[in-house]
Structure formats: C-alpha cells, structure tokens
C-alpha cells in the first residue's frame, strides 16, 4: 500500500535557525506532492505543491521544497524561522485522480 | 468570500446514538472531501464526490457510516450506532475540480462519543 511518512512527529528549533521537515512516500507511478499547514487554532492551508516541472517550489512564507525521484521525497526547508511559524505541519501525496494519502504530521516548535 | 463551513463545531454524543455532520463547501467548487483525524494521526481519507456523486466510498470505516451532497453543494456526513472509536475530528474540504487544485478546508467537527 502506498504510504506517507514524516519521520519527525516534532522538530524543535531556535528562532531565526534553519529548518528542515522531511518527507518520504513509496508510489511506484507519478505522483503529486503537498505540503499543507495547521496554525494554531486554524484549518489547515497549503503551503506549496509539486505537479511538474522544475523540482524546486517555492511556497508561501518563505517555504521551499525539493521534489527527489530517486529518494522518494519532498522535503519541506525554510532558512530562518519565525515564532509564527508555529504549527504543524502536513505532507500529503496522490494516489489517484482524487485522492490523497497523509503523513502524520510535524509539529514545528520555535524556541525563543 | 466565504470559505468552507462545518457544524457543528463540536458534539459530544452517547454510544449508540446517531450524529450527523454538515459541510457547506466555498460555491462553484465541484469537488468535496471528508477527513477523520485522530489524535497524533494523519488525515485518513474517507469519500470524495464530484458533483452529488461518490465515485469512490471504500474509504468509509464501516457500513455505519454514510455521506451525501445535494446540489452540487451541501454534504452530510451520517454515522449510525456510534461507537467511541468514531471519536477524532472530521474535516471536510472542497476544491474546484480534483486532485491538483488546492483543498480549502474547513474548520472540523470535533466528536467525542462517551
């Protein structure tokens, strides 16, 4: 079965450090990746997608991921953090022309 | 404009009895989703429609459960018999067509069954 994982459940790290949240997926076919966002208190929104093209996206709030082949993965980065970056953060993959399949989920915590 | 609405926004249910959950999606979006998220859990997938049909309803945990959309807009999400494993919070997000477009998600239902 296909699958999703964040290895990650929380990654703790000082303000204005950089940051990296790693996914990995197994799908044997060409997929579509995700990263969607969950801010305290709100619904989750996307943060940036990979459906062709170059590897590297570019997202909002200064995000950025990096589509790998051979890996199987579409790790999330982000240079320097901010304390409102503050949530978790989901990775989610196609599986179908309808369907996604969902990481777990990682809990970015900003230390002052 | 509006966004995705869902209520209600809390309930609290006793073991056995029957709860229904409502989604109104942001207007014109074709395609309309539900999530269960369980705690520390990914969003595990339930059913998709496009339009008023659900091409696909393997997702659904049980025989218990049961959705519908009327219109092209409205959803309702029926769990009979409820059980405390039903508990988690159901997301519903709607998209313009399918997959490659963006969900926008509304804000859960949060259920807990005694």
């Known amino acids: 079965a296909q699958s999703v994982t964040q290895l990650d459940s929380q990654v703790p790290v000082f303000e204005e450090a950089p940051v990296e949240l790693r996914c990995n997926y197994s799908?044997?076919?060409?997929?579509?990746l995700f990263w969607y966002v969950q801010y305290p208190n709100q619904g989750l929104q996307l943060l940036l997608k990979y459906l062709s093209g170059s590897t590297l996206v570019k997202g909002i709030n200064g995000f950025e991921a990096e589509f790998n082949k051979s890996q199987t993965s579409f790790h999330l980065r982000k240079p320097s953090v901010h304390i409102s970056d503050t949530a978790e953060y989901f990775c989610?993959?196609?599986?179908?022309?309808?369907?996604?399949?969902w990481g777990a989920g990682t809990k970015l915590i900003i230390k002052p | 404009g509006a966004g995705v609405s869902q209520s209600p926004s809390n309930k609290v249910t006793e073991k056995g009895k029957d709860v229904e959950l409502r989604c109104d999606p942001i207007s014109g979006h074709t395609a309309l989703y539900w999530y269960r998220q369980s705690l520390g859990q990914g969003l595990e997938f339930l059913i998709y429609f496009q339009g008023n049909s659900a091409p696909d309803k393997s997702g659904l945990p049980s025989d218990r459960f049961s959705a519908e959309r009327t219109g092209g807009s409205v959803s309702t999400l029926t769990i009979q018999r409820t059980q405390q494993e039903d508990s988690a919070v159901y997301l519903c997000a709607s998209s313009p067509r399918g997959v490659t477009d963006t969900q926008y998600f509304g804000p859960g239902t949060r259920l807990t069954v005694l």
């Open positions: 799908s044997s076919v060409s997929v579509y």
């Open positions: 989610a993959v196609s599986v179908s022309n309808y369907q996604l399949i």
